[in-house]
């Protein structure tokens, strides 16, 4: 059974840094992401990561946000850093032990999420 719980989400202002974990069951992904939505806004993926590391990024995020993970731990990473008003937003960490790696993109969509975790940044 697939299991996603994130945690870290908080408040803070603009310019600060958050970083969001994922706790997984124990299981192989072919790709894990973070993805967020806005209230009134369609979901948007943020960053993802294949099963043997490759990262993808938003635009809206390059340079700023990066995905990672522990495998040991099955703890899946987003650290957060110089946040935006914009990034408010909740977070979800999702997972799919099958999708082709080709298409791990922010882009794709994965098809299992945790409850999410809400990012509030004031400016």
């Known amino acids: 059974q697939v299991q996603l719980v994130e945690s870290g989400g908080g408040s803070v202002q603009a310019g600060g840094s958050l970083r969001l974990s994922c706790t997984t069951s124990?299981?192989?992904?072919?790709?894990m992401g973070w993805f967020r939505q806005a209230p009134g806004k369609e979901p948007e993926g943020v960053a993802t990561?294949?099963?043997?590391?490759?990262?993808s990024y938003a635009i809206s995020v390059q340079g700023r946000f990066t995905i990672s993970k522990d495998n040991a731990k099955s703890i899946l990473y987003l650290q957060m850093n110089s946040l935006k008003a914009e990034d408010t937003a909740m977070y979800y960490c999702a997972a799919d032990p099958s999708l082709w790696v080709e298409y791990c993109k922010p882009g794709s969509r994965l098809g299992y999420w945790g409850q999410g975790t809400q990012v509030t940044v004031s400016s």
């Open positions: 124990i299981y192989t992904y072919n790709c």
């Open positions: 990561i294949d099963n043997v590391g490759s990262t």
